[in-house]
C-alpha cells in the first residue's frame, strides 16, 4: 500500500486530551489527526513512519489511563458507517466502521437484527469493543462477532481476523496480548440473528421479563439502560471508566476456603471448573464502597467503578487503584487486575 499522493492531512499539535478519556485525566499528544477513509488512515501511517512516530488510537477513551504526555501521532476515526453484506434465513451480517459510537450502533442494529440489546449505554466505540471483549448482562460482544478488519502496524497490511483468531476471553483478546500496540481496528463485522430470542438471564432482567411476556427487543434495550444508570455514574456527569477492575478467577480450592470464611461471597462457577469472584463485593468488603482517597471515590452504587472529581492525575488513579488492590488482598488474598490500560 503507498500513500496516496495529495491527501492533506490535518495534525493537531499539543493537542490536550482530557475530554478524550472519560476518566478526564490530564494528557497531551505530540501529534493528533482524525482520518474520514482507509486511504487518509494509511497516508497517515505513512508519515509516521516517516517521521519515526509511534501511532495510537483513541476510540471513546471509555477504557484507557491516559499518561501526561504521548510522544507520538494519536489517531481517532471519523469513519462511522454500516454496510449490510449479507444475509440468509436467520442472520444478517453487517460490516460496521470501527468510529461508530457503540450504543448509536446498538439503537441502529434492531432495524437489521438482535444480539447486542444487551450492551446497549456501554460506553465507546465500535472499534474499541473486540479490544477488551466488552459485555454485560449475560452477553460478550464476542457472541456476535464474526470478523475483525484492521491494519497491522509493522506491515501496514489490511488484515482480517476471524472470530477465532481474535482468541476472546473474558475482558480479553489477542489484541490486548499478542497484537498489543501493533493492531488498527478499522471495521467489525457481526453476525445478527434475524430472530428475537432475548438473553435474559441475569437475575434483574430476569424478573423484569418474567412480568413482561412478551416485551419486545426496544424494551430490553431501555431497561438495560434503566439498569445500567440506576449503578453506573454517566461519564459525562462523574468521571469513570466503567467497571476498574476485572472480576478475578480463582481457582475452587481457594474459592471454597473464602465462602468458608466468608458465608455470602458472590461467585460464578467456571466451565474449568474456578470461580469468577465478584469484584464489587470484594472492594465493599474490603471498606471502598463509596470511599474517597484525595481526588478518587469508588463509586457509591457499584465498588468497582473508580471515579474522579474531575481534577485527577494518572498518579493519583494509580495510587487510589494500589490502595484498593492492597485492602482486597489483604483481606482475602486475591489479587484485582484493573480492566482499563495505560495508552
Ligand atoms: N456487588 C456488591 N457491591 C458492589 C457491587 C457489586 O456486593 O458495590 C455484588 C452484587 O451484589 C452482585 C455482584 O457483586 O452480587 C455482581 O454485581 P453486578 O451485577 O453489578 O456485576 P459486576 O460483576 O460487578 C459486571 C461487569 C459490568 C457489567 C455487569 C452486568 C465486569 C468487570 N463488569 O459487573 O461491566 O455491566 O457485570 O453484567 O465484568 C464494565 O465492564 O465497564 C461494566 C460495567
Redesign the pocket.
Known sequence: MTPSSGSSLNYEFNKDLKSFNTLGLPGCARQFASFNSLSELISLLHDARRQQLKVKVLGGGSNVLMPPRVEGLVLQSGMAGVTLLRQDQDSVWLKVDAGKNWHDWVLESLEYGHGIENLAL?PGTVGASPIQN?????VEVADVIDSVQGICLSSLQLVTLSNHDCRFGY?DSVFKRELNGDFIVTSVTFRLQKRFQPNVS?GPLASWAEQLPGFTAQQLIQQVCDI?SS??PDPDEIANA??F???PVVSAGQAAELKQRFESV?GYPQQDGSMKL????L??QAGW?GKTSGNITMHAQ????LTTNGHATLDDVESAYKAVQKDVAGKFGVTLEP?PQLF
Not at 134 to 138: H, Q
Not at 278 to 281: C, E, I, L, P, Y
Open positions: 456501554i466488552i459485555g454485560a448482562y449475560g475482558r441475569y445500567r449503578k453506573l466503567g467497571s477492575f476485572k472480576n458472590p465478584a469484584a464489587g463485593w472492594i465493599e464502597k457499584q465498588a468497582l467503578v480492566e
